[in-house]
């Protein structure tokens, strides 16, 4: 509650003062062990097993309180939530040394306990909004999304009946509260109820944005709708808020990122499934400042994807308002935790959130916080081979350039008012044309494309080879279906194994009569830009760059060194077999020497 935050503090200085000795603090590795052979369930925190998440939650506690003060909604033995943390931090403000220890609650907690109790019906598997990131005093929330009749009905129909029972796929173990019982016996006015208190949580947040990555309008299973969303709501009760539809494949799609050797680029999302029926729909107050050809989303491939919506997101959050962001998918603990994440990571590598971490630490809290104790089923996903949360840490090599920087777009709006003209992308876009250059587009590449609509959706892959003047060779680039309906894949020719690394962030760039060779020939860089980058860049890598990369590399080695082995299913070629294929195909690829 309020004085929580005080009193973890008090607790933690007399274990200090008596001399009692310190349990060692949990490890990444010990971490990933424990995600990696059972799912949080926050009721089963008693005995041995919960002793190793209570240190787990206590590790995260200590993190999120060098930086701010903060207090706490209790979730014991998931009374609110059965798959949140124990211990749900709600971030109040910055603070230094001097300022935690005179911590005053500027929330009424009491007030805010009684709203998540209240509104966490509205919403699939009862996970409420949620704030687990502060920025510039906005909250940043997660949640599922909206519960729908089926479930509403279906969840708390069946625990009533079958209380103590397994789960099923779209019912938890919870029990069915009086309140419930009261919301279920008016059903003309159930949704104005449940619905209206999510909405007084939103507020209370100070919540206008509502970004929803789900590709369907309502998830339906067994022909029954499931879940809604803000988007249908159709009496239209968050016609007040901000909403963002942003569809992004599930997790089973990141079957295919595994499938495929762990490429993302150049694997596109199949729009043209049934069940997708949600399109792309941003306000247009919201885009004009990204250079995005948002019309040609079905054609990127799924680094483009993610690197584009997190370009949206930080910009949201980067706006001259005060409002809040709340991100969400279908339950939450898939699609949400990798955009969470990303965010957190991204905001503390500019310096602008968990300032006094350390690319271990933060590493540490936003896979135990952002995955772990909020649910996210990494032992099924596993078994499945849907390795989404693999992915969010390897694409952060995709994140690493000032173009996805926070600081870069504070700097931008800071900049006063020019006269009409040519703008750097402007000129970007004249040099392309005049080049007349075929070959693949960067990842950041849309602001070319809005004036070249003939060349959307072909190139998505986030390194640009640029041909030596002279040279008449273009790449050959072929459309093929995979094996399965969620993805369509643009394939080009394999370039060799000991290419250099595209995620550096670096430029080189050698004469064209040097030599003859693909790889003495060939120009690696991010971005779309044809203008080449300064020469310093050459001998230093930003501090953006070097953070992100030290948390990849962190990742990695832990990774493999923990779930990498178990991360697949035996096949003919055995576990030395997998083992070659997952440091081949994951470990090293991107990776130079200098960044493991």
């Known amino acids: 509650m309020a004085g929580a935050r005080a009193a973890a503090a008090a607790s933690a200085g007399s274990s200090a003062s008596s001399g009692t000795p310190q349990p060692q603090e949990p490890g990444l590795g010990e971490l990933l062990e424990e995600f990696s052979r059972t799912q949080y369930r926050a009721k089963d925190c008693s005995g041995t097993g919960g002793s190793k998440v209570e240190r787990i939650e206590k590790r995260c506690l200590e993190l999120f309180g060098r930086d701010y003060c903060y207090s706490v909604i209790q979730n014991v033995n998931g009374d609110i939530c059965g798959h949140y943390p124990q211990h749900i931090v709600f971030l109040e403000y910055e603070s230094s040394e001097k300022e935690k220890d005179t911590f005053q609650s500027t929330v009424q907690v009491s007030k805010l306990q009684d709203l998540v109790n209240r509104s966490k019906t509205a919403r699939c598997r009862g996970r409420f909004v949620c704030p687990v990131i502060l920025f510039k005093g906005k909250h940043i929330c997660r949640s599922a999304t909206l519960a729908g009749w089926g479930e509403l009905y279906g969840r708390t129909g069946y625990n009533y009946i079958f209380s103590g029972g397994a789960d099923d796929a779209w019912a938890d173990a919870e029990d069915v509260t009086e309140e419930d019982c009261a919301l279920r016996s008016s059903d003309t006015h159930l949704f104005d109820k449940v619905r209206g208190y999510d909405i007084k949580l939103l507020r209370y947040l100070s919540v206008k944005y509502i970004c929803d990555l789900m590709v369907e309008n309502k998830k339906v299973k067994f022909g029954m709708n499931v879940t809604s969303s803000e988007k249908v709501d159709k009496a239209q009760r968050y016609a007040d808020f901000t909403l963002l539809s942003i569809p992004y494949p599930g997790c089973e799609f990141f079957k295919e990122y595994k499938d495929r050797d762990y490429m993302a680029e150049g694997l596109i999302f199949n729009w043209k499934q049934d069940y997708v029926d949600a399109p792309l729909s941003i306000p247009d107050f919201l885009t004009c400042s990204l250079n995005i050809d948002w019309s040609q989303y079905q054609s990127w491939d799924l680094v483009q994807q993610t690197q584009n919506y997190l370009k949206l997101l930080l910009s949201i959050i980067n706006s001259d308002d005060d409002s809040g962001l709340l991100v969400h998918c279908i339950s939450g603990w898939d699609r949400t935790p990798l955009f969470i994440s990303l965010l957190r990571l991204s905001l503390w590598a500019d310096g602008l959130i968990h300032a006094s971490l350390k690319p271990a630490e933060i590493l540490y809290l936003t896979v135990a916080y952002d995955w772990f104790l909020f649910g996210h089923m990494l032992v099924d996903r596993l078994s499945k081979g849907e390795e989404i949360f693999f992915f969010c840490f390897n694409f952060l090599k995709h994140i690493i350039s000032e ?162 082995l178990r991360a697949a299913a035996p096949s003919p070629s055995g576990a030395i077999g997998l083992l070659e294929q997952f440091v081949r195909g994951v470990g090293l690829r991107g990776t130079s020497s200098s960044t493991l």
């Open 403 to 564: 173009e996805y920087s926070a600081l870069k777009i504070q700097r931008r709006k800071s900049l006063p008012a020019r006269d009409a003209g040519f703008t750097v992308e402007d000129i970007c876009m004249l040099r392309r044309k005049d080049r007349g250059s075929t070959t693949s587009l960067g990842s950041d590449f849309s602001l070319v494309m809005e004036s070249s609509p003939g060349a959307a959706g072909s190139f998505t892959y986030e390194t640009v080879e640029l041909v030596p003047a002279g040279a008449q060779t273009q790449a050959a680039w072929r459309k093929s279906h995979s094996s399965s309906p969620q993805s369509v894949l643009w394939n080009r020719p394999q370039l060799s194994e000991d290419r250099l690394p595209s995620h550096q962030g670096l430029v080189e760039a050698k004469s064209s009569s040097s030599s003859s060779s693909n790889h003495s020939d060939n120009f690696f860089r991010l971005g779309s830009s044809p203008l080449e980058v300064p020469k310093p860049r050459l001998t230093a890598l930003s501090e953006r760059e070097t953070r992100l990369q030290e948390v990849r590399s962190a990742f990695l080695a832990a990774y493999s060194s923990t779930v990498g």
